[in-house]
């Protein structure tokens, strides 16, 4: 075990993470005519409502229009050179139309919300490239090499080829993906497998670039280049899985080519047919600017975000970052989900949860509790300080200890009022023989890593006294979540995870997943998650960890676990839950369904009223602000049917949904 001699106050989570790298809102181009656009609508509104002369915020709408419209505009006109029509550019000459009427502040705000919703996606997009160039610098740019005469040279690490020998010293990152050749120390790989707890590397072991060693010291035979390694092929797979992933858009999205085309082929044909017809210029004009308001798709947009928006925002309240209204629609389309182990189903957190003292060796549970944590006292070993906190929360007077050593890979021992105490693997401490108190040491050791625990045996004078188990606690509400979840989906939730078989096989028994895949790497897991894309489920994909982050955007949503997630895996993935709070998922699964049950409602609404007031302007003579008043009431009317959803029985109504109560 490593072992220092200065105590460090305990940590709740032990948190690998890549340095921050933030790309700073307003170094967006798209941010800053956002934000123009904005202040300057945001000026003008109150000088127009309290009557001020058009001189005064006129201007300011125009420098809205400008800021805000240009960047979609010139992306339209760009489309169109490639004979495609979006809804960008519809809304650019929605807008336009609305001014050249007089309706400047609708044109307007239409044009704030567009460029807002474009500088959210253009700053969602470069965090996400931040945090995947930041995963490289867990790896270290330098390396101690071996030279062939025995000497050390320190080398950029892009220089190290395979069959070169590199020293990792105590406290170091691995340079490079190699094998150990000489050395015993202990590895903190969450980086790459996710397990909770530091893994024993000895001779012939693997060791991955970026993890961190611990006490003792390793010569490791490189066998990857830096290009291939572990860490650099996790950053490939994330980029590659968010460059492959198929395009995501909102239901109005999927049919705006053949609405776009065909309103603006009507508007013309609107306004030119009564011209050739011998109709006057004016009133055909203005018959035509009046389709064009009333058929134009605000509503039908309005009828889509607000649902979603108010999900958001309800969410939010709740302990759930989703990050767009995309997302928040796709949450209700899932129908498979794959969960982490570490730190999604369990708490990251090694704990005592077996105190087994031996027969004859006179001590109870808090007594062999107390000598092993006076031992482990100094140390800063994940299992020592997981020692030291049961103690402590027993409220147990820790003994006062001396002569305190570690041997990495062993364990420590200490001299205990007056006694040799030694704290170890068993496997390790015990002589290999079967009798007496070794033996029933060992099966006790045996039992507890069996099902999944890691064992610690406890040593008086070179004679067992005691084993202690130590697992990953399972989150409270992780069963009942499984359980929501296969009701949800209709399939049992399946668990990916790098944890050794024993310790996933525990964890899946005591919440009910029988599909069981341990040992992966975060390539693994990707194959594991495409396998059920090409079998035509859409995945949520839960986890925490950079090993998850390939698997959280190769998904066709993933959500991170936020307060122990790393960096990479937050901003990889589409929603967050804040609090940790796994119960979350499941609910907000049944928020996004009602959502979208919300946005056919609004759409049907939505249609009716375009329907009528377009059948009203062509059969009849409709007037112009007759049509605006009709095409703003539909606006309103499914703007507040949709916030509906912003109400906290929205939510209550949601989680009681996937409890099977109402």
């Not at 993470?17 to 800053?32: D, M």
């Not at 567009?114 to 160039?133: I, N, P």
Request: net charge negative.
């Amino acid at each position: 075990m490593s072992a220092t001699l200065t105590e460090r106050p305990a940590r709740t989570a032990r948190v690998v993470v890549a340095p921050k790298r933030r790309t700073r809102v307003f170094a967006l181009a798209e941010a800053r005519w956002a934000g123009a656009a904005t202040i300057a609508f945001l000026i003008a509104l109150p000088l127009q409502l309290t009557g001020a002369p058009a001189w005064l915020w006129g201007p300011l709408y125009a420098i809205a229009y400008v800021t805000g419209g240009w960047e979609p505009g010139w992306a339209g006109l760009q489309a169109l050179r490639e004979k495609s029509l979006d809804v960008d550019l519809l809304m650019i000459v929605a807008a336009i139309g609305a001014a050249a009427i007089g309706q400047v502040m609708d044109g307007a705000l239409l044009i704030v919300i567009f460029a807002t919703s474009g500088a959210l996606e253009a700053l969602a997009t470069a965090r996400t490239q931040d945090a995947v160039r930041g995963l490289l610098d867990l790896a270290p740019t330098t390396a101690t090499r071996l030279t062939g005469d025995g000497n050390e040279e320190t080398v950029a690490t892009a220089e190290l080829t395979v069959g070169d020998t590199i020293l990792v010293r105590p406290g170091e990152r691995v340079g490079a993906d190699g094998r150990v050749l000489d050395g015993a120390s202990e590895v903190d790989q969450a980086t790459i497998t996710g397990e909770p707890l530091p893994v024993t590397k000895e001779l012939g072991d693997e060791v991955f670039a970026g993890t961190l060693n611990g006490t003792g010291a390793l010569r490791v035979r490189v066998e990857r280049d830096a290009s291939d390694s572990v860490i650099a092929r996790i950053v490939a797979m994330v980029e590659e899985a968010s460059e492959t992933k198929a395009p995501t858009q909102l239901f109005i999205e999927k049919v705006e080519q053949r609405y776009s085309l065909g309103m603006v082929v009507a508007t013309l044909a609107v306004f030119l047919i009564p011209l050739a017809f011998g109709d006057d210029l004016t009133p055909a004009l203005l018959r035509a600017m009046t389709f064009m308001i009333v058929a134009s798709p605000c509503a039908v947009v309005l009828a889509t975000m607000p649902p979603l928006l108010s999900a958001i925002a309800n969410a939010g309240r709740h302990g759930v970052l989703v990050k767009s209204a995309v997302v928040m629609e796709r949450l209700g389309q899932v129908d498979a989900v794959a969960l982490d182990k570490t730190g999604t189903l369990t708490e990251g957190t090694p704990r005592v949860a077996d105190i087994r003292p031996l027969p004859g060796s006179g001590l109870d549970e808090n007594a062999l509790l107390a000598l092993a944590a006076a031992a482990e006292r100094p140390s800063e070993h994940p299992l020592a300080r997981a020692v030291v906190d049961a103690a402590r929360t027993r409220g147990l007077a820790i003994p006062e200890m001396q002569d305190f050593t570690s041997a990495p890979g062993i364990g420590v021992t200490a001299t205990v009022d007056g006694h040799v105490i030694a704290v170890g693997a068993p496997a390790r401490l015990l002589d290999g023989t079967g009798d007496g108190i070794t033996g029933r040491a060992a099966v006790v050791a045996d039992g507890l890593e069996n099902g999944g625990g890691t064992a610690v045996l406890v040593q008086r004078d070179g004679t067992p006294v005691g084993v202690l188990g130590i697992a990953d606690r399972l989150r409270p509400d992780a069963a009942d979540t499984v359980a929501a979840l296969s009701t949800l989906t209709g399939t049992t939730p399946m668990l990916l995870t790098g944890d050794n078989p024993r310790a996933a096989a525990r964890i899946a028994a005591e919440v009910g997943i029988t599909d069981v895949r341990a040992g992966l790497l975060p390539q693994d897991k990707v194959t594991a998650v495409r396998e059920q894309e090409t079998a035509g489920r859409k995945v949520l994909v839960v986890g925490d960890g950079v090993n998850d982050a390939p698997a959280l955007a190769a998904a066709h949503t993933g959500v991170a676990m936020g307060r122990a997630g790393s960096d990479l895996a937050l901003e990889t993935a589409d929603a967050v839950i804040v609090r940790d709070d796994l119960a979350t998922v499941p609910a907000v699964i049944a928020l996004s369904r009602a959502a979208r049950r919300l946005v056919v409602q609004n759409l049907v609404i939505a249609g009716v009223f375009i329907s009528g007031l377009v059948l009203w302007d062509l059969i009849g003579t409709l007037p112009l602000p007759l049509g605006v008043l009709g095409h703003e009431g539909s606006t309103v009317i499914v703007g507040l049917n949709g916030l509906r959803l912003l109400r906290d029985v929205a939510w209550r109504r949601a989680a009681a949904t996937v409890r099977g109560d109402r």
